[in-house]
């Protein structure tokens, strides 16, 4: 089977069109003063889907919602209505500590390319070391594409870099929102999070995304990680840092944050229910966001409820919305 594999540096220069060679920089250089994205008032973003009593779709102006955030009224900042088609790149992690995972995430994987529609076009990232992120399958609407190349995925050894394959990916992603807007712009990352040894930082990832509709959707597998040091190799694979990380990525992009945990059988439904989730939320029509009253970064669940006034003709109009978002510490 035939699938296209672009390497990293290779698309770095064909994005920024300037002489680049991936050996002449230092992946462990920190090239910020600041790796930390700056901090900022809270911004929620979160997809918004109203029906009709009949089950159909609903068109809806600002004014007929209210949001509320804890029970608390927030002022509606922007409603922004989307093409009922999708423009994806599925970006996963292919490090060993993905090993005993990978069936499941080829799996659940497949499940979700089989469930995207004919408009629908996705893209496929693996990505091992900062070296190693590559477009294991170009933009294509071909399911069957998709899944070929979902099965040749594999694992190997490499110091993780998670940024580096969500900022080629976004670069990707962006490239085609100049063409047409209109689509609902979305990555979905399958990762631990733990980011070991990427070139580019979170600051950077936040910046370049800060100006599009892109949405970050993410599953993530932490329950190997743990926050003891690990005797052997005296290093810390932090889980509440990789989780916050996670949690962040969905807060900032307006996507969702999944932690799927358990194993085998349990394992692999847990995942697939996760991408439902994220297709029924790529699904719905708009996009609600506003600024939130509660500065806290606590770490705690937020509950999200959303009102609609009845329709012109007094009829009901029901509104979903996800349940709830963390701000992370």
């Known amino acids: 089977m035939k699938v296209a594999r672009i390497t990293f540096a290779t698309l770095l220069l064909c994005f920024f069109g300037i002489s680049f060679v991936h050996s002449q920089y230092d992946p462990k250089k920190d090239r910020s003063k600041d790796n ?28 007929d919602l209210k949001i509320y955030e804890d029970g608390a009224e927030q002022k509606i900042n922007y409603l922004v209505k989307k093409e009922n088609a999708l423009n994806i790149g599925l970006v996963v992690d292919n490090t060993n500590s993905m090993r005993s995972q990978l069936a499941g995430i080829t799996t659940a994987s497949m499940t979700l390319v089989n469930n995207l529609r004919p408009q629908d076009e996705t893209f496929l990232v693996r990505f091992v070391s900062s070296d190693k992120v590559e477009i294991w399958q170009d933009w294509t609407p071909s399911k069957k594409l998709l899944n070929d190349s979902l099965e040749n995925l594999y694992v190997e050894d490499g110091a993780s870099a998670v940024i580096d394959g969500l900022y080629l990916s976004a670069s990707r992603l962006l490239e085609r929102e100049k063409i047409d807007r209109s689509k609902r712009s979305a990555l979905i990352l399958i990762s631990d999070g733990e980011d070991r040894d990427s070139y580019y930082n979170q600051k950077e990832l936040f910046d370049l995304l800060k100006t599009s509709d892109v949405q970050i959707f993410i599953i993530g597998l932490t329950q190997d990680l743990s926050d003891k040091s690990n005797e052997s190799t005296k290093r810390k694979n932090s889980k509440t840092d990789s989780e916050n990380f996670i949690k962040l990525l969905a807060l900032k992009t307006g996507g969702a944050a999944f932690i799927v945990e358990g194993k085998n059988k349990e394992f692999e439904n847990a995942l697939v229910q996760s991408l439902k989730s994220i297709l029924t939320e790529l699904n719905s029509q708009f996009v609600i966001g506003y600024t939130s009253t509660n500065q806290k970064r606590d770490g705690t669940a937020r509950k999200l409820t ?8 007094d009829e009901k109009r029901r509104a979903f919305i996800r349940e709830s978002f963390v701000v992370p510490k």
């Open 36 to 63: 930390e994205p700056a901090r900022k008032s809270i911004e929620v973003k979160a997809n918004l889907m109203v029906l009709n009593a009949d089950g159909k779709f609903a068109d809806i102006k600002l004014e």
């Open 306 to 313: 959303v009102q609609v006034a009845v329709g012109a003709k």
